[in-house]
């Protein structure tokens, strides 16, 4: 089944060490997004990829880093990760909003946690 | 700025019909979604309304009025497996999704 995989579920890091996050989508779709999510919040818009264009949201901490080497990978850095960016990561794709294509397919998720 | 307000918290009965609602106020309008999440769970697709009036899939239904800014989600026939988040969100003129936080619905038997 085509879907949006992240790995891994559950990943624990120590206050400041450097954290990866990564997603693959076999969708083979145009955008691949970031979210971070706190309990019951909205889901808050990171950044994201349009093929390989990358666009950061004003608010996103410079924490915050984001590769996609390929169409099907995307991978969140944290870089010096603080209690407060303890969350759930959601990575999701769609196809191409401005072409109609406007449903986004989540990934199942990453919880941080941070000591 | 951009705001969409949904109910923090509702509570149902098994068998029951609920609504949910929903108003939005964004820069622009590509379509308003509803998705489910189940606790510590990815959120996931329910329905999509771009156009005005009622779209019915099966036990849910989602209605939107763009004049008004106002959308619902109502469930029939409730499940206990209905227990979960369901976030309201808009695709705004940049095609950036604006989400809600959030109504949590209780199911009680």
């Known amino acids: 089944d085509a879907m949006v995989i992240q790995n891994p579920r559950y990943q624990v890091t120590q206050f400041g060490k450097p954290v990866t996050l990564s997603c693959s989508q076999t969708l083979n779709h145009n955008v691949m997004y970031w979210y971070q999510q706190k309990s019951s919040q909205a889901p808050k818009l990171l950044f994201h990829y349009y093929d390989k264009d990358f666009n950061n949201e004003a608010d996103t901490p410079d924490n915050f880093q984001s590769r996609r080497p390929n169409t099907s990978f995307c991978f969140l850095d944290i870089r010096s990760p603080g209690l407060g960016d303890a969350a759930m990561y959601l990575c999701?794709?769609?196809?191409?909003?401005?072409?109609?294509?406007?449903?986004?397919?989540f990934g199942p998720g990453t919880r941080l946690t941070v000591l | 700025g951009q705001n969409i307000d949904q109910p923090t918290e509702m509570t149902a009965t098994e068998g029951a019909i609920v609504q949910i609602n929903c108003t939005y106020q964004?820069?622009?309008?590509?379509?308003l979604f509803w998705y489910q999440q189940h606790a510590g769970e990815a959120p996931t697709f329910l329905s999509y309304n771009v156009l005005d009036g009622l779209e019915e899939k099966g036990r849910f239904s989602s209605f939107l009025s763009r004049s008004k800014g106002y959308s619902y989600l109502l469930l029939k026939e409730l499940q206990m497996k209905d227990s979960a988040s369901y976030l309201c969100a808009v695709l705004d003129s940049n095609y950036q999704l604006i989400w809600g936080a959030g109504t949590k619905l209780i199911i009680k038997p």
């Open positions: 999701a794709t769609s196809r191409d909003p401005s072409g109609g294509y406007n449903e986004q397919f």
């Open positions: 964004t820069s622009g309008f590509n379509g």
